[in-house]
């Protein structure tokens, strides 16, 4: 790895930013996603890997240290592998999952695990005939929308929907959902961004 590329990595508004290009990232993430995938596969404990995906998920979403653990250039290999390992045991992940976030430590890869979260999602989703729809809102939904949502999304999709919710306050109002590479974009803050350009296009 090219000396300083690692300096580019940040966290922005809770948010792993990562600089690395995309295509290395996301070539990264399918190998150690497949790989993942099909170990557990073949041990019949798909159940268990979307346990370990979502509390993973959960953590980096939660915890700063742990963003920062997978992102900083300070800690050594040893250091980072000692640390990931550690709080892997401590959320009794998988010996799979902990033996690949380990082996990604000390490979210096941690940085593509959000990629490799993502990977698997989308792997496990396809084994179940599923699909996840990432939803943005401008507050926490309730269990009654959540479940209003996955109706209406399921008859426009015809598929089994599993939802990934987040909060965006900046938003003001409405939702932002993305179904696959299709995006749905609710919010008042699209509404007030088109308004805004078509009063640019009459000026």
């Known amino acids: 790895m090219a000396p300083g590329r690692r300096e580019a990595w940040r966290i922005q508004d809770g ?12 070539g990264i993430a399918k190998r150690y996603a497949t790989a993942v995938f099909e170990l557990s596969k073949e041990a019949n404990s798909l159940e268990s890997l979307e346990t370990d995906v979502d509390a993973l998920d959960g953590a980096l979403t ?8 997978i992102t900083s250039p300070v800690y050594s290999r040893d ?11 401590k959320m009794d992940l998988s010996q799979t999952v902990t033996g690949t976030l380990g082996l990604m430590a000390s490979k210096r890869r941690l940085f593509a695990l959000p ?86 296009e009459v000026g």
């Open 115 to 200: 990629q490799v979260l993502n990977a698997l999602r989308d792997l496990i989703a396809e084994e179940k005939g599923e699909i996840t729809a990432e939803i943005t809102s401008a507050s926490a939904l309730s269990p009654a929308q959540e479940a209003e949502l996955t109706r209406v999304l399921k008859e426009r999709v015809g598929k089994e929907i599993k939802l990934k919710s987040t909060v965006d306050e900046s938003l003001i109002g409405g939702l932002v959902i993305k179904v696959g590479s299709q995006m749905i974009d609710t919010s008042i803050r699209a509404q007030l961004a088109a308004l805004k350009n078509s009063m640019k």
């Open 15 to 26: 948010r792993v930013d990562v600089s690395e290009p995309a295509s290395i990232s996301t």
């Open 79 to 89: 250091q980072v592998t000692a640390a990931i390992t550690a709080v892997s045991r």
């Open 62 to 69: 939660e915890s700063a240290d742990l963003r920062t653990l």
